[in-house]
């Protein structure tokens, strides 16, 4: 079974401080972890996928097979940052399994 | 491409009747994805289809949730009866290699 726990049912920051969303997973295989983003009446987007290794927005995420972790980390907070952030992992099926969501709140 | 277009955006409906949500996917797409959304919950997989074909439905509450694909670029989740506790915002998303796109939601409110 897969399973995505996120602890943090809201985060909240000040602008420019460091921002670190956790995200811990449960899967026997090799999964690939995804951050999606929904803003403010917008639709869930994805920011982020492991094998990509990109940073978007600032945003970087490290797959940490030991810690079973992929938290989403930023070094300084925006007020454009402020959303809910969901963490979500694939195996071998196409199913995406998602972790119930961490709203950060950037306050000035 | 508009991407994964929902319709109705919201949709209010008394208990007992019958609610039909559409989807139509991204053109390509060979995989698409139901989805509910609500605070308690957050987001759940409802259902979901490669090449037209319901692959997975675990997730699917109950009898009165059925879902259909009759073709690549349209599907459907009906509720029947609806009751207030279906009350939330129903996504569908499709997916290409891997990454899923998101529709709008419809916001069901069952009174």
């Known amino acids: 079974a897969q399973r995505v726990t996120q602890p943090e049912k809201l985060l909240s920051v000040f602008k420019g401080a460091p921002v670190e969303l956790k995200c811990n997973y449960s899967?026997?295989?090799?999964?690939?972890l995804f951050w999606y983003v929904q803003y403010s009446r917008q639709r869930l987007q994805l920011l982020l996928r492991?094998?990509s290794r990109e940073s978007i927005k600032g945003f970087t995420a490290d797959l940490n097979k030991g810690e079973t972790s992929f938290h989403l980390k930023k070094p300084f907070a925006q007020e454009e940052d402020s959303a809910m952030y969901y963490c979500?992992?694939?195996?071998?099926?196409?199913?995406?399994?998602f972790g119930t969501g961490t709203r950060l709140q950037v306050t000035l | 491409d508009a991407g994964v277009i929902q319709s109705p955006r919201h949709e209010v409906t008394e208990m007992g009747q019958e609610v039909t949500l559409r989807c139509k996917p991204i053109?390509?797409?060979?995989?698409l994805f139901w989805y509910r959304q609500t605070m308690m919950r957050g987001l759940e997989l409802l259902i979901y289809?490669?090449?037209?074909?319901?692959?997975?439905d675990s997730g699917m509450p109950e009898d009165r949730f059925s879902a259909k694909m009759p073709n690549a670029s349209f599907s459907t989740l009906k509720i029947q009866p609806s009751e207030p506790r279906d009350s939330a915002v129903y996504f569908c998303?499709?997916?290409?290699?891997?990454?899923?796109?998101f529709g709008a939601g419809t916001r069901l409110s069952v009174l």
């Open positions: 998303a499709s997916s290409l290699e891997g990454i899923q796109y």
């Open positions: 979500a992992l694939t195996g071998t099926a196409s199913k995406l399994t």
């Open positions: 492991h094998i």
């Open positions: 289809f490669n090449n037209n074909v319901p692959i997975d």
């Open positions: 899967y026997s295989g090799s999964p690939e």
């Open positions: 053109s390509g797409h060979n995989s």
